[in-house]
């Protein structure tokens, strides 16, 4: 029986050799008749409407949904925009007019976007989720049935061979002679919403791989939450605004530019909450900018609902974002469960960003981006805070100084000359006598001197702390260290596309600033992202390291090889890391020689699993290996998966070929694309 039920969707699926021959034509038509895209510019018109069924507490703490948990249960708004395509997959999108009753200050269901701008004949559809029915490396996950209908028409009908919110359903009409897409009809899955997508593709070359018009029904259950959502969009549109409109909330500019008229249920939306429609003259859109004006309202300011409940209580959840010709900032949400993770080794964490820039000029602008974070574990708060000026973007040239304090760091000296003269540290072990704050400065130059080499020139400070200094005094050990030391770090990657290598040489120069500490320490690394099909990657890291010219007392600080308290999630630090590593290793060895292995991938082996296994996005296998001084090789084997709610990794580790331990890890990546 289950063997029928395998088997059964590839016969009604069959393929044929007529089939064959017109899916490879789709296929092949980006390559043999899509041209011009770089530096496309188009007029864009997108309306939306949100209707709250059913909605409770929790929709105030899911990002960018604050705007729409208050009173109101019907909320619609319009946006006219210019958009830049640097290539098909990369769209930089200017909003010039935006009008409707959501909040100025929030956005809601930012996914439903993304579904706006389909791109057909890529690995995926929107950016990089979803993987397309309509590009070779993707065929084999979808059955396909080709019906002629004349007209040199044909409609394929697509269906996964495996339900996996990864993969969509539906049916296209084609050009029977070229393979061009006219229009396709969608139904999937995209974090947290089912959609049906309706989308209608250009008919003007070269554009005729981007959408003319997209329709977009979905709906968003969770948590006894019912949000229905309707997008819709024209592109190409031949009404061409003011550069210098950024965001205008102007209803008569829109009455006066909106391609498509209002429906019965939008008008009585714009009626109930928003100014009443005006008409503007007819060479309004010859007026300057700067006379361009909102539309007066009637509604009267009150402090808490328009300020501490639209305003601060938004951004306690949503996060706060500004934006202007010259400068912009962005504070992530202050509560979030995206940003706590756990692993065995390091317990829970908590981080949090933010992200400043001011711009001089188009080549020149300042920027500031800390990282916050705490470890419940270690109970220590950590931070970095690059302040960094651009002065060549084209080069990546670049002044930067940076402040902050890393994990707690061991002097590997303590004990030894602790050992040499008691003999032994009995009772001494678990009082940390070797553990020391680490607080720094760095001062930093980066100029990419060729296309192939980047050259950085830094100095850094550093000050370490003894965290228990009346241990350090009673056994006459200093309490404070200072380190003073230039270095150099060349950044080469020899062909587009290729592995990187980083070198980096450093030089602890003792007697300058107070520093007592002088070393040598030089390091190589190697990292190599290798695309494969289907949204596929292979992450190879290789790296050593070494210690020369050290004095009696010194820290072992690697740069490429080194402790994470606060780790983040899928994409920011489970590639290239040891996760079960005792953190005293980091510091312990003169040498150490490394290889991290992982193989990313979708649809994998867990993806098979019924019930559990259609939520599965993305896998993972892990190897790594490590030699260090005075010790055996060490490795890492592991496992991990990622969804919509979490990512979760499962390791064991092995000390030459004994088993050591397992272990996990866990982050939450509820609403992280969001």
């Known amino acids: 029986m289950l063997g029928v039920m395998f088997f059964t969707p590839g016969i009604l699926f069959a393929r044929n050799p007529v089939d064959s021959v017109l899916i490879n034509r789709v296929f092949d038509y980006r390559r043999n008749y899509a041209h011009g895209i770089k530096g496309h510019q188009q007029n864009a018109y997108l309306k939306y409407s949100f209707i709250s069924d059913r909605r409770n507490f929790t929709l105030f703490v899911i990002p960018h949904m604050y705007s729409i948990a208050q009173d109101e249960k019907a909320y619609f708004g319009e946006s006219y925009c210019r958009m830049t395509y640097k290539n098909a997959e990369d769209i930089v999108l200017h909003r010039q007019v935006s009008v ?66 990864q993969l969509v359903s539906g049916q296209a009409y084609v050009r029977y002679e070229t393979g061009r897409i006219t229009t396709v009809e969608i139904e999937g899955e995209y974090d947290m919403l089912d959609f049906k997508l309706f989308i209608e593709q250009s008919d003007t070359d070269p554009q005729t791989i981007l959408p003319k018009h997209c ?19 024209l592109y190409d549109l031949p009404t061409k605004l ?37 008409t503007l003259p007819s060479d309004t859109l010859l007026t300057p900018p700067s006379s361009i004006t909102p539309s007066p309202s009637t ?38 469960p995206q940003y706590f993770s756990y692993s065995k080794r390091h317990g829970l964490s908590y981080k949090m960003k933010i992200g400043a820039q001011y711009n001089f000029s188009e080549h020149r602008y300042l920027t500031l981006n800390p990282k916050l974070g705490y470890n419940f574990k270690y109970r220590q708060f950590y931070f970095t805070a690059p302040l960094r000026m ?52 760095t001062v930093k130059n980066n100029v990419e001197a060729f296309d192939w080499l980047e050259i950085m020139t830094s100095f850094s ?23 003073f ?45 290798i695309p494969m099909r289907s949204l596929s990657l292979l992450n190879v890291r290789i790296g050593a390291g070494f210690y020369t010219a050290k004095k009696s007392s010194y820290f072992v600080d690697y740069a490429n090889f080194r402790d994470n308290n606060v780790p983040g999630g899928w994409e920011d630090d489970w590639t290239g890391q040891f996760q079960l590593l005792n953190s005293s290793w980091y510091n312990a060895s003169d ?36 030699l260090l001084d005075h010790t055996r090789p060490y490795y890492e084997v592991g496992y991990g998966l990622t969804n919509r709610y979490f990512s979760a990794g499962v390791f064991a580790s092995f000390l030459n070929s004994k088993f050591q331990e397992c272990g996990t890890k866990i982050s939450f990546e509820l609403f992280r694309k969001w």
Not at 250 to 275: G, N, T, V
Not at 404 to 416: A, C, K
């Open 100 to 165: 409707g009753n959501i909040s100025h200050y929030g956005k809601a269901l930012p996914t439903a976007t993304e579904l706006m701008t389909p791109n057909l004949y890529n690995v995926c559809l929107f950016k990089r989720h979803i993987l397309s029915p309509f590009n070779r490396s993707n065929e084999r996950f979808y059955h396909y049935r080709v019906t002629i209908i004349g007209n040199g028409m044909a409609v394929i009908a697509f269906k996964p061979k495996n339900n996996n919110t």
């Open 215 to 233: 329709q977009l029904d979905a709906r968003f259950d969770f948590m006894g939450n019912h949000i229905r959502a309707k997008f819709e969009a």
């Open 242 to 278: 003011p550069d210098s409109l950024n965001s205008v909330r102007d209803m008569s500019l829109m009455d006066s530019i909106r391609p498509l008229p209002l429906e019965e249920e939008e008008k009585a939306i714009y009626a109930e909450y928003c100014p009443p429609p005006s």
């Open 299 to 336: 509604h009267k300011f009150n402090f808490w609902t328009d300020f501490m409940w639209d305003v601060i209580g938004d951004h306690v959840f949503n996060g706060i974002g500004m934006r202007s010709q010259t400068a912009s900032f962005k504070l992530s949400p202050l509560l979030n």
């Open 390 to 441: 651009t002065y060549n973007p084209k080069r990546n040239g670049y002044a930067e100084v940076e402040i902050g304090n890393g994990n707690r760091i061991t002097n590997s000296s303590v004990l030894e000359t602790i050992i040499d003269e008691r003999g032994d540290t009995t009772g001494l072990n678990d009082q940390g006598l070797d553990l020391f704050t680490d607080n720094y400065i």
């Open 461 to 483: 400070y550093h000050h370490r702390k003894a965290i228990n200094p009346e241990y350090m005094i009673a056994m006459k050990r200093p309490t404070h260290f200072r380190s």
């Open 485 to 529: 030391s230039p270095v150099l770090t060349l950044k080469i990657t020899p062909w587009h596309d290729g592995p990187t290598f980083t070198f980096d040489y450093e030089r602890g120069i003792e007697n300058f600033f107070k520093s007592n500490i002088g070393y040598e320490r030089w390091e190589m690394d190697g990292v190599w992202k």
């Open 591 to 626: 040498y150490y020689v490394r290889t991290n292995l992982s193989y990313d991938t979708p649809l994998f082996l867990s993806t098979w699993l019924p019930l559990v296994g259609r939520y599965i996005e993305n896998e993972r296998i892990y190897f790594s290996a490590l």
